[in-house]
C-alpha cells in the first residue's frame, strides 16, 4: 500500500494568490522528501527537496516545510502563476536504502483561475 | 545535461507483439529505474538497476523485462502486453539516493 499521501484531489487558487499543497507520510524511516510537478503529458519534473533534518527549505517561489511529528510535508507556492498549473506530488524514501526508489503520495490537481 | 531521454514517445502494440521502451541519460547516474503510471495515479516503481545490476524488482510480471546494457542506457521490453498495461512509463536516473531525474515518458497503449 502507500504510505504516503494525504489526499487532496484538486486545490482551485485565484492567480497571484499563495498555494499550500499538503501531504502525509506513514513511514517513519522516511528521512528524504521530494516535491515533483507533473505537467499534462508530461514526466515528473523536480521542484524541491528536504532531509529530515531539517524543517523548511527554500526555492524560488516555492517553500517545503516538514513537521516530523506529525509526520506531515507542505509545498507553498508564492504569487502562483497559470504555468502552475500541474499535478503535485510528493514523494519520500529512506536515503540509507541506496537506490531504493521513491514512493508517491496520491497527487494534488492544482488549478489557477485567472 | 539534466535530460531523461525516452523513446518512442508514444506506442501502440498488439497482445502478441514483442517491442522495447528504451531510456537514456548522459549525467553519469549510476541509478535508473523503471516507473509506471496509469491515468490520474501516481508513478508506481517497477524496477531499479543500480550499478548496472538489478537490485529491486517490485514484483512486476515476466511479460516486462528490464534491460541495463551500459550505465547510460536502460531498455524495458514487452512481450505479449494485456490490455491493462496500458500506461505511461516512466524513466528515471539518480546519483545515489537522492532526487531522480525523470523522462517525459512513453505512452503505451495496448490493443
Known amino acids: 500500500g502507500e504510505s504516503v499521501g494525504l489526499h487532496l484531489p484538486t486545490l482551485s487558487v485565484q492567480e497571484g494568490d499563495n498555494s499550500i499543497i499538503n501531504c502525509a507520510y506513514s513511514n517513519s524511516a522516511s528521512d528524504y522528501f521530494i516535491w515533483y510537478k507533473q505537467e499534462s503529458g508530461k514526466g515528473p519534473q523536480f521542484i524541491i527537496d528536504i532531509r529530515s533534518n531539517m524543517d523548511k527549505r527554500q526555492g524560488q517561489r516555492v517553500t517545503v516545510l516538514l513537521n516530523k511529528t506529525v509526520k506531515h510535508l507542505s509545498l507553498q507556492i508564492a504569487a502562483t502563476q497559470p504555468g502552475d498549473s500541474a499535478v503535485y506530488f510528493c514523494?519520500?524514501?529512506?536515503?540509507?536504502?541506496?537506490?531504493?526508489?521513491?514512493?508517491f503520495g496520491k497527487g494534488t490537481h492544482l488549478i489557477i483561475q485567472p | 545535461d539534466t535530460e531523461v531521454t525516452q523513446t518512442p514517445k508514444h506506442l501502440v502494440m498488439g497482445m502478441t507483439n514483442k517491442k522495447s521502451l528504451k531510456c537514456e541519460q548522459h549525467?553519469?547516474?549510476?541509478?535508473m529505474y523503471w516507473y509506471k503510471q496509469k491515468a490520474k495515479k501516481p508513478p508506481e516503481l517497477m524496477f531499479v538497476y543500480s550499478y548496472e545490476k538489478l537490485s529491486i524488482n517490485e514484483s512486476v510480471p515476466s511479460r516486462f523485462s528490464p534491460e541495463c546494457p551500459n550505465s547510460s542506457l536502460l531498455n524495458l521490453h514487452l512481450h505479449a502486453l494485456q490490455p491493462e498495461d496500458s500506461a505511461l512509463y516512466l524513466c528515471?536516473?539518480?546519483?545515489?539516493?537522492?532526487?531522480?531525474?525523470f523522462g517525459q515518458g512513453t505512452r503505451l497503449t495496448v490493443v
Open positions: 528515471a536516473s539518480s546519483q545515489g539516493s537522492l532526487q531522480a531525474f
Open positions: 514523494a519520500e524514501k529512506y536515503s540509507g536504502g541506496g537506490a531504493d526508489g521513491l514512493t
Open positions: 549525467m553519469g547516474h549510476r541509478a
